[in-house]
């Protein structure tokens, strides 16, 4: 009876410090390739850089380089590297509010 209760134990234990995990990180990897669209800057579990200028179910295109174009399995995809949109005018306000943050005030009185 004792060992009955330590294999659920065990079982369990395996259960929740494996398989859930597991799950998950593959649920997270369906997700990242079912988001890719075109224009997004992905690398490939090959360590290739690249565009995705093309989708198709199973594969996508990749330009690597001007005019290079290459063509991957969808599942090849190992990180998305696409930033949201870069403003200006957010780098200008981020430089004043740094020169504020030196507790200077430089008007003279």
């Excluded at 949201?84 to 030196?102: K, L, V």
């Amino acid at each position: 009876m004792v060992i009955a209760i330590y294999l659920v134990l065990l079982v369990a234990a395996f259960f929740f410090l494996i398989v859930r995990p597991q799950r998950r990180q593959q649920a997270v990897r369906r997700q990242l390739i079912a988001t890719v669209v075109e224009g997004d800057e992905v690398i490939t579990n090959g360590g290739i850089f690249g565009t995705v200028v093309d989708l198709d179910d199973e594969t996508l295109e990749l330009e690597i380089a001007d005019g290079v174009v290459i063509k991957v399995a969808r599942a090849a995809i190992a990180q998305k590297l696409t930033e949201p949109a870069y403003d200006e005018d957010d780098d200008a306000d981020e430089d004043d509010d740094a020169d504020d943050a030196d507790g200077d005030d430089d008007t003279e009185s």
